[in-house]
């Protein structure tokens, strides 16, 4: 609020900005099933995580030998999308792949 002072000049006061709460984030994890290929697993990372192949190719090795792995960090609305888009992938391809989401 700015209020006259002598002289014909303004002071302004500064109030404090309140701090942006940044959403909650959660983690999308893709699980290992005995029928979806390696690839079609590295093709997805690559497509709806924007994942570069060498990065996709490691992340389907620790899903395949350790049975699931981490494909992000996302706000929930963007993982739950992210999730979706891999199960229409999948099921259009006839896959059983699965991913989940538990908060970070």
Do not use: W
Not at 34 to 61: G, Q
Not at 78 to 84: D, G, L, Q, S
């Amino acid at each position: 609020m700015a209020r006259p002072t002598a002289g014909n000049q303004f002071h302004t006061e500064v109030s404090h900005r309140a701090r942006i709460k940044l959403p909650p984030m959660f983690t999308v994890l893709m699980h290992n099933d005995d029928y979806t290929t390696m690839e079609f697993v590295v093709e997805a990372l690559i497509a709806v995580f924007h994942k570069s192949p060498t990065e996709a190719n490691r992340i389907m090795l620790h899903i395949h030998f350790k049975g699931s792995g981490v494909c992000g960090a996302y706000p929930y609305e963007v993982a739950e999308t992210k999730i979706r888009k891999v199960s229409a992938m999948a099921s259009k391809e006839g896959f059983p792949l699965r991913c989940s989401l538990e908060q970070a």
